[in-house]
């Protein structure tokens, strides 16, 4: 079940002189291992920080540097969250964060999908809810368990806590 989606379009050329004039900013909004990146793709991963506020539906208990966004070696991105953020997703009830990372033309863009495990009933009708079935990027065959290989540190709840889910693609 989706709990919530967030997008989020960031100005790369003015995120770059905000970045000048305050270069604080960095260690604020971003974990080590972020900061040596080229400026599109901070402005991505910032863009991506925003997009999962919105998806939770605000910044209670998130903290920008406990949000890190990771790539696999074909480049998909991930989150990785830690301490007080991890469980505030975990406390949401959010098993599955989807991530799409871009920027092209001077601006960045990011897109998250937060979802539960917890079906929704199939409406009137005897219907499955959308995205259940064959072709359901969730299906078994495709995709591990929302908890196997979790990439949290801290905060995580007993049962291993929300897996961030690799789904999506940072373009050059």
Request: hydrophobic share 40%; glycine share 12%; charged share 20%.
């Amino acid at each position: 079940m989706i709990i919530g989606t967030g997008i989020d379009l960031v100005d790369i050329p003015r995120f770059e002189r905000t970045v000048a004039r305050t270069p604080r900013l960095m260690q604020r909004l971003f974990a080590p291992s972020e900061q040596a990146l080229r400026l599109p793709s901070l402005a991505a991963r910032y863009a991506a920080k925003e997009a999962l506020i919105k998806a939770l539906g605000g910044s209670d208990g998130v903290h920008w540097t406990e949000i890190e966004i990771a790539s696999e070696p074909s480049g998909r991105p991930y989150f990785v969250l830690s301490g007080s953020t991890a469980a505030a997703v975990a406390e949401r009830g959010i098993t599955t964060l989807h991530l799409s990372l871009t920027h092209d033309a001077g601006l960045a863009s990011a897109y998250v999908v937060a979802e539960s495990r917890e079906s929704a009933a199939a409406p009137a009708g005897g219907s499955a809810p959308a995205g259940a079935g064959a072709g359901s990027v969730d299906a078994p065959s495709e995709r591990p368990s929302p908890l196997a290989d979790a990439h949290l540190s801290g905060g995580a709840d007993p049962a291993g806590g929300p897996r961030q889910d690799r789904a999506g693609e940072e373009r050059a």
